[in-house]
């Protein structure tokens, strides 16, 4: 387990955002589809949701939801380490593609794709009944978190 952040009162009114999250293991991405949106809906946000096939897909998506306006993006999705590379090769785009469209955009994307070795792992990080963490939650609050940042130091 990564351990806990600190805890951090965000504030999201005014802010539009867009979660995005792969359509896999359907039961952990809904668990952190279902920790972002208490954490929006706390904090006050506008916020809609777009599903995508996989990981692979969010980063395209997110680039399309800063065109349309979104302040802040919150990328949800899990990765589960198979036989073959195609773990790496998706990690790796998933995380690179975000961290480009963040940067290109100069917009916060929260980052909430799970890189696993197991399913088990997932299920302990989703904010599930029983889980340890919430990497939703997580990457809402990052997310609205540094949305507030940037409009700080933009003045």
Do not use: C, N, Y
Not at 36 to 52: E, I, P
């Amino acid at each position: 387990m990564s351990g806990t952040g600190p805890e951090l009162e965000v504030d999201g009114a005014g802010l539009r955002v867009v979660v995005i999250a792969g359509s896999w293991h359907t039961t952990i991405s809904e668990g952190l589809i279902a920790g972002a949106a208490r954490v929006l809906d706390g904090a006050g946000a506008d916020w809609s949701l777009v599903r995508v096939p996989g990981s692979f897909e969010l980063p395209v998506a997110a680039q399309a939801a800063f065109a349309g306006g979104a302040d802040a993006v919150i990328a949800l999705g899990v990765i589960i380490r198979g036989g073959t590379p195609h773990f790496e090769f998706v990690s790796a785009a998933a995380t690179d593609g975000l961290t480009r469209v963040a940067l290109d955009a100069g917009r916060p994307v929260g980052f909430g794709v799970l890189t696993l070795d197991d399913e088990q792992q997932g299920l302990d990080r989703a904010g599930l009944p029983g889980s340890q963490e919430d990497k939703g939650a997580e990457a809402a609050t990052a997310a609205l978190s540094t949305a507030r940042t940037l409009a700080q130091l933009r003045g």
